[in-house]
């Protein structure tokens, strides 16, 4: 994988492995000049202090391929960074969306892939309804757009149809908007910053019966909140966040706890875990690791 990652004929890598395997790949080819297309989360949330400031020395280009990251990105396009207020970071809710932690009692694993408007992966649909996946764009939005948390609010955008805004300090709001479809953002990323024909569906305005907007509901989907409180204590915490839900998720696909459980895991391994200030590659693998024992153990 890292001599694909260094190929010389090659001008973009993305980078669309799932898991912190993708880390050391991404390394070697921002050290070789390589444009990154970035699909792969983890690369950011756990390695984020490690990846962005190596492509700021190296002169490279991290390019979105996440619909929210890359229309936050395209929103940001031809302004100034230092002018942005806020990122408004929307989030379709999920399969569960307004629901209330007794209805989530007894969700089982189908209910849980149902996604009302995107296909997507097994365990990105769970993360999804859970709203981990939401705080997993928070920290890798950080890292982008170099914000502090306080500037990203998640917004729930049930349509799906505008994917991320971004406030500038005039009170000016700048939006992408588009069919849920990831086609878009993939081509995007691939070539930019040509914009080039692609077949698919558009929006249609006339048929938009409504677009609407809420407050995410942190008391039912703690997902969110432990996603900031992982940011808050910095350092390795990302990374124990990130690979508790990995398991936990794991679990919960393989029918061996239940939904809430997957919370409760998460938020476990975290109090149990010692924080790494500035974590080598190393050190945030053996926090994966550390995490994932932690669960196991919590189920032998």
């Known amino acids: 994988m890292l001599e694909l990652a260094i190929l010389p004929q090659m001008e973009v890598l993305v980078t669309a492995i799932v898991g912190m395997i993708g880390i050391r790949p991404t390394i070697a080819a921002i050290k070789a000049g390589k444009t990154i297309a970035l699909a792969n989360k983890e690369t950011l949330v756990t390695a984020g202090h490690i990846i962005m400031p190596l492509a700021k020395e190296k002169g490279v280009s991290i390019l979105p391929v996440d619909s929210e990251h890359s229309a936050i990105f395209q929103s940001m396009h031809g302004e100034n960074r230092e002018r942005v207020s806020k990122i408004l970071l929307t989030a379709s809710g999920g ?17 849980a892939l149902k996604h009302p408007n995107w296909s997507m992966g097994r365990k990105i649909t769970v993360d999804s309804a859970t709203l981990v996946n939401k705080g997993l764009e928070v920290m890798e939005a950080k890292w982008l757009f170099d914000v502090e948390p306080e500037q990203i609010q998640v917004v729930v955008h049930p349509q799906s149809i505008i994917h991320s805004m971004v406030e500038y300090v005039d009170g000016g709001i700048m939006a992408q908007l588009g069919m849920p479809d990831m086609k ?3 081509q995007y990323a691939l070539f930019y910053p040509d914009r080039r ?24 989907f703690r997902g969110l909140q432990l996603a900031y409180d992982a940011i ?9 966040f990130n690979a508790a839900n990995e398991k ?9 706890i239940r939904f809430l459980a997957i ?9 149990q875990h ?16 550390q995490a994932h024992a932690y669960i196991s153990g919590k189920l032998s």
Do not use: C, W
């Open 197 to 220: 024909p692609m077949d698919g569906r558009r929006v249609d305005f006339f048929a938009l019966k409504s677009i609407s907007f809420e407050e995410p509901d942190i008391k039912t």
């Open 274 to 289: 010692k924080v790494i200030a500035n974590p080598t590659v190393d050190e945030i693998l053996e926090a994966e690791a």
């Open 95 to 111: 399969p569960f969306r307004g629901k209330k932690t007794e209805e989530l009692q007894d969700i089982t694993v189908e209910d």
């Open 263 to 271: 919370y409760d895991l998460i938020q476990g391994a975290m109090e």
């Open 248 to 256: 936990a998720v794991g679990l919960f696909l393989d029918k061996k």
């Open 184 to 186: 878009l953002p993939i």
């Open 232 to 240: 808050a204590a910095g350092g390795s915490m990302p990374t124990v």
